[in-house]
């Protein structure tokens, strides 16, 4: 047992109470979530989607694969077919399960014609497994409920280019930053 | 006409129970509440808020939930023992109130040994934990009953040295006359010239109500529950009115016995005199919420004590920390104040 | 009339719970009626006018000594605690005293004139009661107070012991 002075008026105690009754009064930092919401900024990365081009109205993959190699947890598979005439890619399916996505961007980084994006839509869920296993068609839903909200003529999104590579070894559609003209989208059902 | 005056009179004393009962019940439930959110916003967060507006009628949600839950008996418990020992504890939690003054005029028995019977009665409390904690028929129940007997026994031996201060003062063992004499004596209350049995009985206070930070009896990180771990449904809500009535208990018995109850000490009266129209019943208020705040913003600031420093601060500090209180109690009796 | 009604009823219900007692095969209801007992002799004592003996009964003996019996009986197994069929001389052993105790308390019951209580103010002055203690009885409270203080210095030196040993 401390024998000082301060000991024995309680100076630590008291402290202790004073620092509680200060906070009483300080306003809370609780965001009541489904009557407010925090604001998401552009860097949040949330569901992924497949970005439209909206003169052709088809996703813009071209199947180089780059985003399924790069993936930590592989969770993005690719099916295409080649034409034999051109030697183009076509893609046919893109299945990204999002249950095993660890959300570190690096797909939306390195896809050289910025197709696979994670949008800051943060809310949603799944009843079972396949909610959550988006196909092509999800994915493509899942950008038309993106931009949905969006009422500009372009959609622009800063963090979805690599920072620090220089400007002239990005591929070409990415040396702006990502811009999507989103206004002559076909919704189609 | 005898028989009728009797039954006037325990109308009368049926009346007033109802009266004390439906306050301190209601007060009881809107505590839980008021220690939510100031728990809550002690911490930065804002308690409960969505039933009602502001949260306000979350005791009554929390009362609805607690009624239509499955009251679970576990396969090892002694039965009998099991369903009564809540009962135990809840009443001598009201028993306790019977005896306490609410107004110069009111109380539902002014007996002359007031004290010692809430003293009683809080002792007797502590079977109800230490049988629930052993018909529960687990390990975590049993030592949280061992605790909370081990922890009640040691603590009401200060607690009863401390209110023999406030007993030898007054000459008293009434409620009422402890309360009129600190408006008479010299200093008007009893916590000035007696700041040390003030201090060991608002300690014991803490401990004989298993608050927090002395909570062992029902700590979470190490025993689960304590002794309500197996106790489910409206049994476990008795366990928990009780502990909030037995709060009221003691800040009324804190305010009664150091702070001169529903009076003003006479020196405040003479600097500032328009305090003399404040009403009796709110003065008592005032200082009874005053101190179940205490309660609450103690809860939220201090950590748990480990069990061995509670003992030996127990034994070692706050008895003769009492006793010493005593003595200067006798020398001030004889000094005339 | 009331008083002496109600004290009956309580001397009858404390020879009731005294036979109860005896039926109980598990050692904790044993215990447990036991304390009802301690309980009822308080009240008994408050009829008979002893107000400040009925409060102590409570607090030392229900409260304080009782739960000592109770924390032995949780820390033992409960095996050891199971009563066995006793034998003819264990049982009349057993039987004398509590006999007697029976026959006492029905000889208080019917023969015994519960009479109206009459309050005394100066019983109840605690003056009048440290008067007796410390004029009267001075040697008695000394000796007592020497008897307590001794365990606690026993105890304490024990404890002081052990945390030397660790």
Not at chain 3, 19 to 34: A, E, G, P, S
Request: proline share 5%; hydrophobic share 50%.
């Amino acid at each position: 047992m401390r024998l000082s002075p301060t000991y024995l008026l309680f100076k630590d105690l008291v402290t202790g109470l004073l620092i509680t009754l200060r906070t009483f009064f300080r306003k809370p930092v609780t965001v009541r979530y489904p009557h407010e919401k925090v604001q998401v900024f552009p860097s949040f990365r949330g569901r992924h989607a497949m970005v439209v081009d909206p003169e052709t109205g088809k996703p813009r993959c071209v199947a180089c694969l780059k985003c399924s190699v790069v993936c930590p947890s592989r969770c993005i598979k690719i099916e295409y077919e080649v034409d034999e005439k051109t030697g183009e890619r076509r893609l046919r399916e893109y299945i990204l399960e999002a249950l095993r996505c660890v959300y570190c961007g690096y797909c939306e980084e390195v896809c050289p014609v910025g197709a696979i994006v994670l949008t800051e839509w943060f809310e949603y869920s799944g009843r079972c497994r396949e909610d959550l296993i988006f196909n092509l068609e999800k994915l493509v839903q899942n950008w038309k409920e993106h931009v949905a909200k969006w009422d500009k003529e372009f959609y622009e999104n800063k963090y979805w280019v690599l920072k620090g590579v220089p400007l002239k070894l990005k591929p070409a559609p990415r040396r702006m930053g990502l811009v999507v003209k989103i206004k002559g989208v076909k919704v189609d059902g | 006409m005898v028989s009728n005056n009797l039954f006037l009179e325990i109308l009368l004393i049926l009346i007033k129970i109802a009266v004390v009962l439906g306050i301190v019940l209601l007060h009881a439930a809107y505590t839980v509440y008021a220690e939510r959110k100031i728990i809550g916003r002690m911490q930065a967060r804002l308690g409960p808020t969505e039933v009602g507006p502001y949260g306000l009628l979350q005791p009554i949600a929390d009362l609805l939930k607690l009624l239509t839950k499955e009251d679970i008996i576990p396969l090892e418990a002694e039965r009998l023992i099991f369903l009564v020992a809540p009962l135990i504890v809840l009443t001598f939690a009201i028993v306790n109130l019977s005896v306490i003054p609410f107004h110069p005029s009111f109380i539902i028995a002014d007996v002359n040994i007031g004290i010692l019977l809430i003293l009683a009665g809080a002792s007797l409390a502590v079977y109800g934990i230490i049988l629930g904690g052993w018909s529960s028929g687990s390990k975590y129940s049993l030592l949280g009953g061992l605790r909370s007997a081990a922890q009640v026994l040691s603590y009401e031996i200060p607690l009863g040295m401390s209110l023999a201060g406030v007993i030898l003062a007054a000459e008293s063992f009434k409620l009422s006359d402890i309360v009129n004499h600190q408006a008479q004596s010299f200093f008007g209350m009893n916590a000035i010239p007696q700041i040390l049995g003030f201090i060991v009985f608002l300690i014991c206070a803490f401990a004989e109500t298993n608050r927090a930070p002395f909570d062992l009896p029902e700590a979470e990180s190490e025993l689960v529950a304590g002794y309500v771990t197996e106790y489910s449904g409206f049994r476990m809500g008795m366990f928990f009115l009780a502990e909030y009535i037995s709060i009221y208990v003691m800040s009324l018995l804190i305010v009664h016995c150091y702070f001169g109850g529903w009076t003003l000490p006479g020196w405040l009266l003479t600097i500032f005199p328009p305090l003399k129209f404040v009403p009796a019943p709110l003065i008592l208020l005032i200082k009874v919420y005053f101190f179940v705040f205490l309660f609450i913003w103690v809860r939220a600031t201090y950590p748990r004590y480990r069990f061995d420093q509670l003992m030996s601060m127990c034994w070692k500090i706050l008895i003769p920390v009492s006793l010493l209180n005593f003595l200067i109690v006798a020398f001030l009796k004889r000094g005339g104040f | 009339m009331a008083r002496p009604l109600f004290m009956s009823i309580f001397l009858l219900l404390f020879l009731a719970l005294f036979l109860l007692l005896f039926r109980q095969k598990k050692v904790v209801y044993q215990f447990l009626v036991y304390l009802v007992m301690m309980v009822l002799l308080g009240i008994v004592y408050l009829f008979l006018g002893s107000e400040f003996l009925m409060a102590f009964q409570i607090i030392v003996y229900a409260g304080a000594i009782l739960v000592m019996f109770l924390f032995f009986l949780y820390l033992y197994p409960e095996e050891e605690f199971k009563i066995q069929d006793m034998r003819n001389s264990t049982l009349i052993k057993t039987l004398i005293p509590s006999l007697l105790f029976v026959i006492t308390l029905i000889l208080i019951l019917f023969t015994f004139d519960v009479r109206e209580y009459e309050a005394s103010a100066s019983v109840y002055s605690v003056k009048e009661l440290a008067k007796l203690i410390y004029n009267q009885y001075p040697l008695a409270i000394f000796l007592l107070a020497f008897i307590l203080t001794y365990p606690m210095i026993a105890i304490y030196l024990l404890m002081k012991g052990s945390e030397s040993d660790d």
